[in-house]
């Protein structure tokens, strides 16, 4: 990688380090991780246009994140989800017609459209009613091509409910958690999955569930639980159907879970992913890849578990409170990367 260097006049090789940031938007100190590059040379920081993209675009997800903003992913799934344009949905709301156009190109929406594209993607029947109650300001076929996705929603809800008695240990796992730990997001669920599943094979020998992770760029994923709340983005997911159906663990099971709840549950779900980035089954599970490659390899429970047995020995643990040691370990490493 090859930058100019003002102090060097010269053309000069860098490096980029990660950093912690800190910048104030509308009163609101937003704190998120960013990079700089450094001269090879003199060490002088270089400007990259690149890096700064980088930034902008870290900056702006964490400052969707921390305001519970909807982000340009979320939009688009509503528009996929229910098979219409961004210009008849801005008009089926009452907005400008170019109002969610201008959301798709990265303007910022007040908190008041926001929660209301949120309701949008998390309840069809509200998505029904605003099509039936303002159909007359859109197109016949933008109307019929929507009713016809919401039909297809409908048919499938009635599907899962079928099958819902028969769901995975997973997702008891993920209600209980869900029921348990407040203002969880997608990305946090997947770590504390993670640390359950890790943890409870340490001091009850087997795993939680079947279920493979894999090495997502974000730290572990279960594949069949991101699909299920992705539609959540970056916001708290609100699945109130776990708090009407049986959650089928025993005492050991929900003990395990309570202590992770409690020792990783207190982190945000980016504190958790870069938790995760510092340990050895995600590393060595994505060996040659940069920090930056999608991939699906799968990381290995045998790894996991040889992990985790070592830092059990490292730590004393003699039961699941003293899961708080590796966490407040974890967390004071991750702080001063």
Same mark, same amino acid.
């Given at each position: 990688? /090859?930058?100019?260097?003002?102090?060097?006049?010269?053309?000069?090789?860098?490096?980029?380090?990660?950093?912690?940031?800190?910048?104030?938007? *509308?009163?609101? *100190?937003?704190?998120?991780?960013?990079?700089?590059?450094?001269? @090879?040379?003199?060490?002088?920081?270089?400007?990259?246009?690149?890096?700064? @993209?980088?930034?902008?675009?870290? !900056?702006?997800?964490?400052?969707?994140?921390?305001?519970?903003?909807? &982000?340009?992913?979320?939009?688009?799934?509503?528009?996929?989800?229910?098979?219409?344009?961004?210009?008849?949905?801005?008009?089926?709301?009452?907005?400008?017609?170019?109002?969610? &156009?201008?959301? !798709?190109?990265? @303007?910022?929406?007040?908190?008041?459209?926001?929660?209301?594209?949120? +309701? /949008?993607? %998390?309840?069809?029947? $509200?998505?029904?009613?605003?099509?039936?109650?303002?159909?007359?300001?859109?197109?016949?076929?933008?109307?019929?091509?929507?009713?016809?996705?919401?039909? +297809?929603?409908?048919?499938?809800?009635?599907?899962?409910?079928? &099958?819902?008695?028969?769901?995975?240990?997973?997702?008891?796992?993920?209600?209980?958690? !869900?029921?348990?730990?407040?203002?969880?997001?997608?990305?946090? /669920? =997947? *770590?504390?999955? $993670?640390?359950? =599943?890790?943890?409870?094979?340490?001091?009850?020998? =087997?795993?939680?569930?079947?279920? @493979?992770?894999?090495?997502?760029?974000?730290?572990?994923?279960? +594949?069949?639980?991101?699909?299920? $709340?992705?539609?959540?983005?970056?916001?708290?997911?609100?699945? %109130?159907?776990?708090?009407?159906?049986?959650?089928?663990?025993?005492?050991?099971?929900?003990?395990?879970?309570?202590?992770?709840?409690?020792?990783?549950?207190?982190?945000?779900?980016?504190?958790?992913?870069?938790? &995760?980035?510092?340990?050895?089954?995600?590393?060595?599970? +994505?060996?040659?890849?940069?920090?930056?490659?999608?991939?699906?390899?799968?990381?290995? #429970?045998?790894?996991?578990?040889?992990?985790?047995?070592?830092?059990?020995? #490292?730590?004393?643990?003699?039961?699941?409170?003293?899961?708080?040691?590796?966490?407040?370990?974890?967390?004071?490493?991750?702080?001063? /990367?």
């Amino acid at each position: 990688m /090859l930058q100019f260097c003002e102090k060097c006049n010269d053309t000069v090789k860098y490096s980029i380090r990660e950093e912690r940031k800190i910048k104030i938007i *509308k009163g609101r *100190k937003i704190e998120y991780i960013g990079k700089e590059a450094y001269c @090879d040379e003199c060490g002088s920081d270089l400007f990259v246009h690149e890096i700064r @993209d980088s930034n902008l675009e870290m !900056l702006d997800e964490a400052f969707r994140e921390q305001t519970k903003l909807i &982000t340009v992913p979320i939009i688009e799934n509503i528009l996929d989800k229910y098979d219409i344009g961004k210009r008849p949905l801005s008009l089926l709301m009452g907005w400008g017609e170019g109002t969610l &156009t201008r959301y !798709l190109n990265g @303007d910022m929406p007040t908190k008041q459209y926001s929660d209301i594209l949120i +309701r /949008l993607l %998390n309840n069809p029947k $509200y998505m029904s009613e605003i099509l039936e109650e303002n159909k007359g300001k859109i197109t016949e076929h933008a109307y019929n091509v929507c009713k016809k996705a919401l039909d +297809r929603i409908d048919g499938e809800k009635c599907e899962m409910a079928l &099958t819902y008695e028969s769901s995975e240990k997973i997702d008891n796992v993920s209600k209980y958690i !869900l029921n348990n730990c407040s203002d969880i997001t997608p990305l946090a /669920l =997947q *770590k504390l999955l $993670y640390y359950a =599943q890790a943890f409870y094979k340490v001091f009850n020998g =087997q795993f939680l569930f079947d279920n @493979d992770c894999e090495a997502w760029i974000h730290g572990p994923v279960y +594949r069949d639980i991101y699909y299920k $709340y992705k539609e959540y983005g970056y916001n708290a997911i609100e699945d %109130n159907t776990s708090k009407f159906c049986d959650i089928n663990l025993d005492k050991a099971e929900e003990e395990l879970l309570d202590s992770i709840i409690i020792n990783f549950g207190c982190y945000s779900g980016k504190i958790l992913e870069r938790m &995760t980035h510092i340990e050895a089954p995600w590393n060595i599970t +994505r060996k040659e890849l940069s920090n930056y490659d999608s991939s699906d390899r799968i990381i290995d #429970k045998k790894i996991i578990n040889e992990y985790f047995n070592s830092i059990k020995n #490292k730590f004393e643990m003699l039961n699941i409170a003293d899961i708080k040691d590796y966490s407040a370990d974890l967390f004071s490493k991750v702080q001063t /990367l």
